[in-house]
C-alpha cells in the first residue's frame, strides 16, 4: 500500500474547502478500503496567504478530521511556489503526492488510476485533460492557446496537464535540487527524465466560488514558462532584425531607383509608419531581453521561495 498525500494551495477558498475536505476523505476511505493507501495518508492544505477565514476552517477540520493537515504561508507567493512547500514539506513522510487544487474541478475518479500507475514503477503520472466543457469558452480557449504557445516557443511540457499530478518520493527528491527562484513546474517535472504515464482528467464544475486563473494570470504564467525554459524569443527578434534589414535594403533600392527616374515623392505618412514600426518592435526585443535580465537578477539573489508560519500535521513523523 501507498502511504499517500494529497497537497492543495488554498488562496481564498474558504466557500469550497468543507467541501472538497469532505469528497477528499470520502475517497481516501474507499481506497484504504480497498488496499491502494494506508491509513495514515493525509490531504494537506496550504494557505497562500489568504485574506479571507481560510486557514480557521483548515484549523477546524484538522482538529475534526485525521487526514487533514496545513500549511499556513506567512503571505501569498503565488500558486507555484504554495505547491512547492506543501510537496517540499511533506516529501520525506509520504511514498508519493499528488497535487490537486482545492476547487477539486479535476477528476478525482483519477486519482486511483493515479495510485496503480505509481505502484506499477511511474515515478511522474500527469493528469491530462480530456474535457473541458466545465470550463468557460474564453478559458479553454486561452488554455489551447497557452500550451501551443509554450510548445512554439520550445517548452517541454505535457499537453493540456496543469498541476494534477503524482510525484513520488524519488521525484521530489531530485525535484528538491533545483535551486531556482523562477518556479514552472509544468516544465521542471518533465525534465526530471523519470519514468511517467498519464491518466485521463475530466474536469468538473466548481461546487462554489470562482476561479482565481483569470486571463491574465494564465498570460503570466505563459511568459514565466517560457522566459525560464527557452531562449528561443531571443533568436526569434535576432532573426526579425535580419528582415528587417533585408527589407530596409529592398527599400533603399527602390528609392534609388525612384529617384534616377524622377519618380521619387516625398512620404511623411510611410517615414512616420516606418518609425513607429521600427521603433515597436525595438522596444518589444529590449522588453524580452529585460525579462531575461529580470530573471537573472531575482536568480542571484537566493531568497526563498516561501516562509512557513503554521505546521498542522496528524503525520507519525514530523513533516520538515
Known amino acids: ?18 467541501e472538497s475536505a469532505r469528497r477528499l476523505t470520502k475517497l481516501f476511505e474507499q ?12 490531504m494537506v492544505f496550504v494557505n497562500d496567504g ?17 487526514y487533514v493537515c496545513g500549511i499556513n504561508l506567512s503571505r501569498n507567493r503565488g500558486h507555484q511556489n504554495a505547491i512547492m512547500a506543501g510537496m517540499m514539506t511533506a516529501r520525506h513522510w509520504a511514498d508519493a503526492i499528488i497535487t490537486i487544487d482545492a476547487d477539486l474541478q479535476d477528476d478525482l475518479n483519477a486519482i486511483p488510476k493515479m495510485v496503480r500507475e505509481f505502484s506499477n514503477g511511474n515515478d511522474i503520472v500527469y493528469g491530462v485533460k480530456v ?8 478559458k479553454r480557449f486561452s488554455a489551447e492557446a497557452f500550451y ?3 510548445s512554439q516557443m520550445g517548452v517541454e511540457s505535457i499537453f493540456n496537464h496543469a498541476d494534477f499530478r503524482l510525484l513520488s518520493r524519488r521525484a521530489l ?14 516544465g521542471m517535472i518533465p525534465a526530471l527524465g523519470l519514468p511517467s504515464a498519464t491518466v485521463d482528467d475530466v474536469l468538473s464544475e466548481r461546487t462554489a ?31 526579425l532584425g535580419i528582415i528587417f534589414i533585408v527589407i530596409a535594403f529592398a527599400i533603399g533600392l527602390y528609392v534609388i531607383r525612384a529617384l534616377i527616374v524622377g519618380t521619387a515623392m516625398p512620404g511623411w505618412s510611410s517615414l512616420m509608419l516606418s518609425i513607429w514600426l521600427v521603433g515597436g518592435f525595438v522596444l518589444i526585443g529590449i522588453g524580452i531581453t529585460g525579462i531575461y535580465i529580470g530573471k537573472i537578477y531575482q536568480e542571484v539573489k537566493r531568497r526563498p521561495l516561501y516562509h512557513i508560519q503554521d505546521i498542522l500535521t496528524h503525520a507519525h513523523e514530523e513533516m520538515d
Not at 500500500?1 to 488562496?11: E, I
Not at 527528491?173 to 513546474?185: F, G, K, S, T, W
Not at 527557452?230 to 527578434?237: A, D, F, K, N, V
Open 31 to 42: 481506497m484504504i478500503a480497498e488496499g491502494l493507501i494506508t491509513q495514515d495518508s493525509l
Open 131 to 138: 474535457s473541458r466543457t466545465a470550463d468557460p469558452w474564453l
Open 148 to 150: 501551443r504557445l509554450q
Open 50 to 66: 489568504s485574506r479571507d477565514h481560510t486557514w480557521d476552517i483548515i484549523q477546524r477540520l484538522y482538529h475534526e478530521s485525521p
Open 1 to 18: 500500500m501507498v502511504r499517500l498525500a494529497t497537497v492543495s494551495p488554498c488562496y481564498n477558498e474558504e466557500e469550497v474547502l468543507e
Open 209 to 239: 466560488g470562482t476561479s482565481k486563473y483569470n486571463l491574465s494570470r494564465m498570460l503570466g504564467l505563459a511568459l514565466d514558462g517560457i522566459t525560464s525554459f527557452s531562449i528561443r524569443p531571443i533568436y526569434l527578434i535576432l532573426n
Open 173 to 186: 527528491d531530485l525535484l528538491a535540487e533545483y535551486p531556482e527562484r523562477n518556479i514552472y513546474l509544468r
